[in-house]
């Protein structure tokens, strides 16, 4: 028992070492995906709000932005589970904070652990969407009357701009692919099809 365990420690550690070789050319394709990504967002809400509260950029796509422009081969990067974590985390994170207005203790909790297991039934895990969650409850006053419509923006339309930056940057660099798997579109009609 002891041996496996100390094989799976030495795994986890190579496969943690591997994701953190990055040549040069990474860094400049993650410098530029991150900064058009976040960029693109902040202009877009630029003089519709206070920069105090900028309601477009919240503080998970950030988070996002490491994982879609620097570890683009992560499965937790892909654009299932960019998309699907962040929508689903703010889906439930709204709807805890309608259930528990006054207790942001309680709903903080619940909001993360829900939508962690909620991202897990539906197979979109990526961890950003926790922060997505939590913010639908400690957010300032501008993000909670949103209501449902935070789902829609700013976390809809922010991860869609951070996917099509990150399809765009990841693409154009030859060393990059992204998505990981090519055939997402045929597997997409695929699933489709047969329902």
């Given at each position: 028992m002891k041996k496996i365990i100390q094989r799976q420690v030495?795994?986890?550690r190579y496969v943690m070492y591997r994701e953190t070789l990055l040549d040069f050319r990474d860094h400049v394709w993650t410098f530029v995906g991150a900064f058009c990504g976040i960029a693109i967002i902040g202009l877009m809400a630029r003089g519709r709000?206070?920069?105090v509260d900028n309601v477009f950029l919240i503080g998970s796509f950030g988070a996002s932005c490491?994982?879609?422009?620097g570890v683009v081969n992560s499965p937790?990067?892909?654009p299932r589970n960019l998309v699907g974590g962040h929508v689903v985390s703010a889906i439930v994170g709204v709807t805890v904070h309608y259930m528990l207005?006054?207790?942001?203790?309680?709903?903080?909790?619940l909001a993360v652990a829900m939508s962690i297991v909620?991202?897990?039934?539906?197979?979109?895990l990526h961890p950003p969407g926790g922060a997505?969650?939590?913010?639908?409850?400690?957010?300032?006053?501008?993000i909670k009357s949103l209501g449902y419509m935070y789902v829609l923006c700013p976390v809809l339309a922010g991860v869609l701009i951070l996917l099509l930056v990150a399809l765009l940057v990841n693409n154009l660099a030859p060393h990059r692919s992204y998505p990981l798997n090519r055939n997402w579109k045929k597997m997409l009609l695929r699933r489709y099809r047969r329902s």
């Open positions: 030495r795994i986890a709000f206070e920069m490491v994982l879609v422009y937790l990067a892909q207005p006054n207790e942001i203790w309680l709903a903080s909790a909620g991202m897990q039934i539906t197979k979109t997505t969650a939590l913010i639908a409850n400690i957010g300032s006053e501008k």
